[in-house]
């Protein structure tokens, strides 16, 4: 029999529990306290009730957040904050009832992490807008997440949410104390949401959303943008538009604490067959792809020049290094079909997302992907070059559903 809980804050039982089902499935990484999943669910009941009772009572406080990085593509790693299990399920009851509330105030043109909204929506949201307007702003804020103001955040969360108790935990989620790799703690200085916090990127998008988005509307209505959470694209008629924009963009995010970095921001020109004209810059970099001038042949074999989607060259060497690590194809004890199951699943992936356009960018990674699987042919059954390639074609002709791919008409 539970225990009751003096309640002062409207949170039900059921959303910890659903909260827990929720996060269950994702990532297995441990916050300061090492906890895992599999520990927390040996008392599964009465850790949910605990949960439940101390963000009901208002007495529930987070633990600090460990710190790991990872690295980027650029070659400099990025800072994540991993909460403990405790409160990444605290966090996702509060965000769920955010989330219930605020979502359809957001701007049709934000689709990072919203409900019904995804990255292939907003990269043909690009698209569109590319044969719309010839100039593009590439934009990169600098440590958005580092440099979020925490007054700016919790006057944004007040104004949208008039329940003292969701501006109290906000508060003290902006404010857990960070655990370095050496185990000592900082604290923050008044900025910063971890990236990694399950409640993090609606925080992002209501920051950007009252900082950016509904400037963009009330002072640029005639220019258009497409922004998934701190990554942003703007689209304009001119450059002489572009660079004026792209100035009191500068400005603005002062104003509210961020940067721009220069180093990755860059105006490009969307040439396509219809439009001659040169420029420094006509590609631009998008959520892993790159946009840029394209051949096109048409229904009469014509070809013409478009400006098309494909995988990013970053995007096709971080797929290509990992098949170069990948432990599977080491194992020559292994059957090809043991291959396929434990790959499977990333082939999908890649294939679901990069393939969206088009298959010229991929076919790259997948003929790479083909070239191992040959070598280890060689090596397991101790043949040639010749004769590995006759084995590899009889395998692809007599099972094309082996390896997702192939399924779908890549090299």
Not at 209 to 236: E, G, I, M, Q, S
Not at 260 to 280: G, L
Not at 351 to 363: D, E, H, I, M, P
Not at 376 to 405: C, D, Q
Request: hydrophobic fraction near 35%; proline fraction near 3%; include cysteine.
């Amino acid at each position: 029999m539970e225990v009751r809980v003096n309640q002062s804050i409207p949170i039900e039982r059921q959303w910890v529990t659903q909260a827990y089902l929720k996060l269950r499935k994702g990532g297995k990484a441990v916050g300061v306290d090492e906890e895992t999943w599999k520990a927390f669910e040996k008392k599964l009941s009465s850790n949910l009730h605990s949960i439940w009772s101390r963000l009901a009572s208002g007495s529930y406080h987070p633990s600090a957040v460990r710190e790991v990085e990872i690295p980027k593509k650029d070659g400099t790693k990025r800072k994540l904050g991993i909460p403990t299990i405790r409160d990444r399920i605290s966090q996702q009851v509060v965000k769920e009832y955010m989330e219930s509330r605020i979502d359809r105030i957001f701007h049709q043109d934000s689709y990072g992490y919203r409900p019904l909204k995804s990255a292939h929506q907003a990269l043909q949201t690009v698209i569109k807008n590319c044969y719309q307007y010839d100039w593009v702003i590439d934009m990169d804020i600098s440590k958005f997440f580092d440099e979020i103001d925490h007054e700016i955040m919790l006057k944004a969360v007040a104004h949208v949410m008039p329940e003292k108790w969701v501006s109290m935990y906000v508060k003290r989620w902006l404010e857990m104390p960070i655990q370095d790799k050496d185990g000592s703690i900082r604290n923050k200085e008044g900025k910063g949401t971890p990236q990694g916090g399950v409640i993090s990127p609606l925080l992002a998008n209501l920051y950007l959303h009252f900082t950016l988005d509904k400037w963009f509307d009330k002072n640029h209505p005639d220019v258009r943008f497409v922004r998934y959470a701190d990554d942003v694209v703007v689209h304009c008629k001119s450059e002489q538009q572009a660079q004026q924009i792209l100035a009191q963009i500068k400005l603005r995010l002062g104003e509210v604490k961020l940067s721009i970095k220069e180093s990755k921001t860059k105006i490009a020109y969307c040439k396509d067959y219809r439009r001659k004209a040169n420029h420094e810059h006509v590609t631009f970099d998008f959520l892993g792809f790159s946009f840029k001038p394209s051949k096109m042949i048409m229904k009469d074999k014509q070809i013409l020049l478009g400006f098309l989607g494909d995988i990013s060259k970053s995007s096709k060497k971080k797929i290509i290094e990992e098949f170069r690590i990948n432990k599977t194809m080491k194992h020559t004890d292994l059957e090809i079909q043991d291959i396929a199951a434990r790959i499977n699943s990333k082939l999908i992936g890649w294939t679901n997302y990069y393939g969206l356009f088009t298959k010229r960018g991929l076919n790259t990674c997948f003929y790479n992907f083909n070239k191992r699987i040959l070598k280890w042919i060689r090596k397991k059954y101790k043949t040639g070059s010749k004769e590995a390639l006759n084995m590899f074609e009889m395998v692809r002709k007599e099972k094309p559903e082996l390896f997702y791919h192939w399924s779908k008409g890549y090299c």
